[in-house]
């Protein structure tokens, strides 16, 4: 752990956004006795997890004066991690006494269980009075040593306040992602990106081809089969020269990516397969993207990297007072965003050191050194996956925290694999209970929970 300083500061902060990762955020520089204003540009906390019927009005989401919706939850999603593993070490993401009917008590339940768990979250700690809803930040930009944080309400009436510090938690799942399929701009059929996705009722007896076989990808293709002709899945992972019938279903196949789109409306394969398609949904991801911010060039999003940040977080030239939770993916996201927030309330109140602006830097030019060495694009730069352990553990040590608990990294794991070798099934099937068990009884040794489900103690 950094070595720490005599004196501690309680600054006037502000945190970007009331979903997963401010709302951890606002609670940890509050219990750091730092003064905190959440802007929050929705009605309600949750973020990405309050889910909307509504969608934005044009489905690739590429014209920059479109209305926004945040959201790109569809109605059928459930988690894609077990829930023990998933939810804050302190206030665990597990069915609960009080709970009432309309709770999903499953391992793997749907995005309404993880939008009540949030609330619970937010009244437990009593965060929502610290979040002023219904306000968009429109920018942020360094005064002196300070932050000017312009605001806008409903009304439209814009504000300039000045904080110490800004703590930047607008999610990065809104701004899509569209892959470039050679001869899209003649082909006829329609298109739409994930973001957009919803329900399968639009795709009723169509040909339909997905792009990107991941979470989503995998979860909505399979959405779709119930009520389309065919679907074909286009998966980078997959080897060029193959093609393959899913299980759990009898009108889902597995491609090779594409190799080019006609006017005619067909779409060949790399595997040579041509299909006749109606629409191609693109589950290509998403892009990094801070409207607000200006830092006079300094911080960049080049190819999906976000930089200079010093372990994702602290730009060097302008930390403490800017700071990024959550930027990194394919790791326990919530678990990560209250380690970075616990690492970035302690930075800013002078408990812990960062090191200097030179030695944070050159961490960043080591770090993507070692990418370019593995051959990794820049836009793999916030992908921990195996690296995510390493990474978790060593903010544990910067705040003096344990380091994470080795049934969340198993669960984790297993979790993953799960899901890339039974993308039909993960969810209803396991062979891990053993883990829940270590979960459970950990919980219920750090007081987090009163007794242990009745489920266990039958197993
Ligand atoms: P968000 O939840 O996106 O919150 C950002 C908030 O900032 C929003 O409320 C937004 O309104 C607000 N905001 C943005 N800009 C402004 C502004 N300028 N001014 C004011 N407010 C602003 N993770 C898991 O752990 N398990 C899962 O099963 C899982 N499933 C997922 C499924 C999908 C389809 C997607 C896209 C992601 C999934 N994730 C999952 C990852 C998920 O993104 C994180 O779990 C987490 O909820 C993100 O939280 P966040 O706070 O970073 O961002």
Known sequence: ????????????????????????????????????????????????????????????????????????????????????????????????????????????????EV???????????????????????????????????????SDGISKDEIFDAVVVCNGHYTEPRVAHVPGIDSWPGKQIHSHNYRVPDQFKDQVVVVIGNFASGADISRDITGVAKEVHIASRSNPSTTYSKLTGSNNLWLHSMIDSVHKDGSIVFQNGKVVQADTIVHCTGYKYHFPFLNTNGYITVEDNCVGPLYKHVFPPALAPGLSFIGLPWMTLQFFMFELQSKWVAAALSGRVTLPSEDKMMEDVTAYYAKRESYGQPKRYTHRLGGGQVEYLNWIAEQIGAPPGEQWRYQEIDGGYYRLVTQSDTFRDKWDDDHLIVEAYEDFLRQKLISSLPSQLLES
């Open 1 to 112: 752990m950094a070595p720490a300083r005599t004196r501690v500061n309680s600054l006037h902060v502000a945190v970007i956004g009331a979903g997963a990762a401010g709302l951890v955020a606002a609670r940890e520089l509050r219990r750091e006795n730092h003064s905190v204003v959440v802007f929050e540009r929705d009605s309600k906390v949750g973020g990405l997890w309050v889910y909307t019927p509504n969608s934005e009005p044009d489905p690739l989401s590429l014209d920059p004066n479109r209305t926004i919706v945040h959201s790109s939850v569809y109605d059928s999603l459930r988690t894609n991690l077990p829930r023990e593993c998933m939810g804050y070490r302190d206030f665990p993401f597990v069915p609960r006494p009080e709970d009432d009917e309309s709770r999903d008590q499953r391992r793997y339940p749907s995005h309404r």
């Open 115 to 153: 939008l009540a768990y949030l609330e619970d979250f937010a009244r437990e700690f009593k965060l929502v009075e610290m979040v002023r809803f219904k306000t968009e930040v429109v920018l942020v930009e360094p005064e002196g040593q300070k932050w000017k944080v312009q605001s806008k309400n």
